[in-house]
């Protein structure tokens, strides 16, 4: 993707990769007109209120085939968090949210709302499933969880090393295994309650000097053969249905649960909630 921009841009792209979108945003944050990034890549609509707050980013001009109602945040995949199982192992797994939390027989790990994106998903996907109930529902999930580790790489890794029955995930992380390791074995548990939605964008830095650039990256995004790279490396659903993969329109349908944007304030509370579960 790196050699494709350049060889349209004659320009040099440099990539930062960083842990996790949560680290990166609060990296940018602290740099704040400092900082020598001009676009950020994995802003999701979890985060994007608290990074709109922020004043770090500035509207785009980038065309695209999408109707985008937000003007600073350019979306470039997305995907539902699920829990993820091998199926020749656990045989009876559960179909729904509160199920996962009730039943004491399963050990869970998923990944630290302070410092994972995907945590912070779950997070909020618990309080909107739980409402006022969420504090017992960690209460009752801390009893049978084996780990919150601090991202996803390392959680993955654990759960396919053996060391939980299921862990936090995407609804296409299957696919991974079907593409690199020929397998089927791997599958996302469907929950009634709705899987919550996760959108990653892109947003161009206020500060930077090649704005121009930055708009034309966020154009590059969008090219069916980029989105294909992305959705392919990412295991995610791309934006742009055009040329993409069939695997991802083969898959089994999932219920959606979309996001009710809250404010930092009740991210905040609800962090504390979780913390005191432990």
């Known amino acids: 993707m790196e050699q494709n921009f350049e060889k349209e841009c004659n320009c040099d792209l440099k990539f930062i990769p960083l842990d996790d979108s949560v680290t990166m945003f609060n990296r940018v944050r602290l740099e704040g007109e400092k900082t020598k990034a ?20 500035t509207e785009f001009e980038a065309k695209t085939k999408l109707e985008i109602k937000d003007k600073i945040f350019f979306p470039y995949d997305t995907g539902s968090y699920a829990f993820i199982y091998d199926k020749e192992k656990l045989k009876n797994p559960p179909k729904s949210l509160k199920e996962l939390v009730e039943r004491q027989d399963l050990k869970i790990i ?58 936090l995930s995407y609804t296409t992380s299957p696919l991974y295994h079907k593409w690199h390791e020929n397998t089927d074995k791997y599958v996302a548990a469907p929950f009634e309650e709705g899987h919550l939605v996760q959108v990653e964008n892109a947003a161009i830095v206020k ?21 294909h790279i992305i959705s392919y490396h990412n295991v995610m659903s791309p934006v742009i249905k055009e040329g993409v993969d069939p695997a991802f329109s083969e898959m089994p349908e999932y219920k959606s649960l979309e996001f009710t944007p809250v404010s930092q304030q009740t991210i905040q509370k609800w962090l504390s909630e979780w913390s005191k579960s432990w």
């Open 38 to 57: 001009d676009v950020v890549l994995g802003i999701d609509n979890f985060l994007q209120p608290e990074a709109e707050k922020s004043g770090l980013f």
């Open 110 to 167: 998923y990944q630290d709302p302070r410092t994972s994106s995907v945590g912070r998903g779950f997070l909020i996907w618990i309080n909107q499933v739980y409402g006022d109930e969420a504090p017992n529902a960690w209460k009752a999930l801390a009893k049978h969880t084996v780990t919150v580790g601090k991202g996803w790489s390392e959680t993955y890794g654990a759960f396919l090393k053996g060391e939980s029955d299921l862990v």
């Open 207 to 227: 500060t930077t000097k090649q704005k121009a650039l930055a708009n034309q990256f966020l154009e590059f995004l969008h090219n069916s053969q980029v989105q």
